[in-house]
């Protein structure tokens, strides 16, 4: 069973910068594709950057492309997210999510919410204005 905890969410200003965590326990995390997902108040649960290959090649979304970078250690099982120029509108709940697990090489494909199955409790952040 993957077991995700995601930290690292807070208040700040529009163009600051926040690195949200992911750890994961009861499994090798390289064996998964993870992907970070958003959701803001009203709306629907997007898909914001997934690691898509074992070697960790990622895909973002257009909304995050260029200040958003997503970077995995396998020492501590953990997934980062480094989002920086944040934006008001990317105020909402970020949560992990793995699928898998693929062994050590493995490609997927997509980045949606329903490819994943497991997921954390999530992680808040507001950017003020």
């Known amino acids: 069973q993957v077991h995700l905890v995601e930290s690292g969410g807070g208040l700040v200003h529009s163009g600051e910068s926040v690195r949200v965590s992911c750890v994961a326990s009861?499994?090798?995390?390289?064996?998964?594709?993870i992907g970070w997902f958003r959701q803001a108040p009203g709306k629907e649960r997007e898909g914001v950057s997934c690691?898509?290959?074992?070697?960790?090649?990622?895909k973002y979304s257009d909304a995050v492309k260029g200040r958003f970078t997503v970077s995995r250690d396998s020492a501590s099982n953990t997934v980062y997210l480094q989002m920086n120029n944040l934006k008001p509108e990317d105020t909402a709940d970020y949560y992990c999510?793995?699928?898998?697990?693929?062994?050590?090489?493995?490609?997927?494909?997509?980045?949606?919410?329903?490819?994943?199955?497991?997921w954390g409790q999530g992680t808040r952040v507001t950017v003020s204005s």
């Open positions: 999510a793995a699928r898998g697990p693929y062994g050590s090489s493995w490609i997927v494909l997509g980045c949606e919410t329903a490819d994943y199955e497991f």
């Open positions: 009861g499994v090798i995390l390289d064996d998964y594709a």
């Open positions: 690691i898509v290959s074992s070697d960790g090649y990622a």
